[in-house]
T-cell receptor, first 111, second 113 residues
Framework: QKEVEQNSGPLSVPEGAIASLNCTYS??????FFWYRQYSGKSPELIMS????GDKEDGRFTAQLNKASQYVSLLIRDSQPSDSATYLC???????????FGQGTELSVKP | KAGVTQTPRYLIKTRGQQVTLSCSPI?????VSWYQQTPGQGLQFLFE???????NKGNFPGRFSGRQFSNSRSEMNVSTLELGDSALYLC????????????FGPGTRLTVL
């Protein structure tokens, strides 16, 4: 079983809509959770980190963590064509420095 | 503050050769991790260094090795290159080891012919 799972997409949303990206993880001892954005041909860019249950908001981005359900999500409000990219969910277990990545969800925002 | 830098950005090698990749972390960051990204396997962890010590190692053969210097700069080496080693190699730095946020460099694109 994969340790971090994401729907590969593509997820297509119209400009201005809310994009919802989901991620599940398998190990209950997970400590830290991250969302990265990766444009084609570029390296991953950290956009959100979340460590405790609940919501964390940063501009148009909201990360949601539910440790009981082993679920982390990213909401992008007022989606823009420039948000079109692959979004990678990553988890760190047990305070180790090893990021475990999901396969990524490709998001396409249509004008 | 300057970001993570990696050199070279592109490399073309032939099977059996060896290669050394370099990474300079963000100023003040002491932890450096290396990842391999391929279309089939996605992003996979290679190893993590903190204060010149390897803290974690991923499931890669011994042909993959690394080290960290006293100034936190890191190198990774791949010996006896195979076609399957063609990938984007990414370095990430963080202030501390463990569960800290990691910031990626631009990567080194390695092609093995």
């Amino acid at each position: 079983q994969k340790e971090v799972e994401q729907n590969s997409g593509p997820l297509s949303v119209p400009e201005g809509a809310i994009a919802s990206l989901n991620c599940t993880y398998s190990d209950r001892v997970s400590q830290s959770f991250f969302w990265y954005r990766q444009y084609s041909g570029k390296s991953p860019e950290l956009i959100m980190s979340i460590y405790s249950n609940g919501d964390k908001e940063d501009g148009r981005f909201t990360a949601q963590l539910n440790k009981a359900s082993q679920y982390v999500s990213l909401l992008i409000r007022d989606s823009q064509p420039s948000d079109s990219a692959t979004y990678l969910c990553a988890v760190i277990y047990n305070q180790g420095g090893k990021l475990i990545f999901g396969q990524g969800t490709e998001l396409s925002v249509k004008p | 503050k300057a970001g993570v830098t990696q050199t070279p950005r592109y490399l073309i090698k032939t099977r059996g050769q060896q290669v050394t990749l370099s990474c300079s972390p963000i100023s003040g960051h002491r932890s450096v991790s290396w990842y391999q990204q391929t279309p089939g396997q996605g992003l996979q962890f290679l190893f993590e260094y903190f204060s010149e010590t390897q803290r974690n190692k991923g499931n890669f053969p011994g042909r993959f090795s690394g080290r960290q210097f006293s100034n936190s700069r890191s190198e990774m080496n791949v010996s006896t290159l195979e076609l399957g080693d063609s990938a984007l190699y990414l370095c990430a730095s963080s202030y501390l080891a463990g569960g800290n946020e990691q910031f990626f460099g631009p990567g080194t694109r390695l092609t093995v012919l």
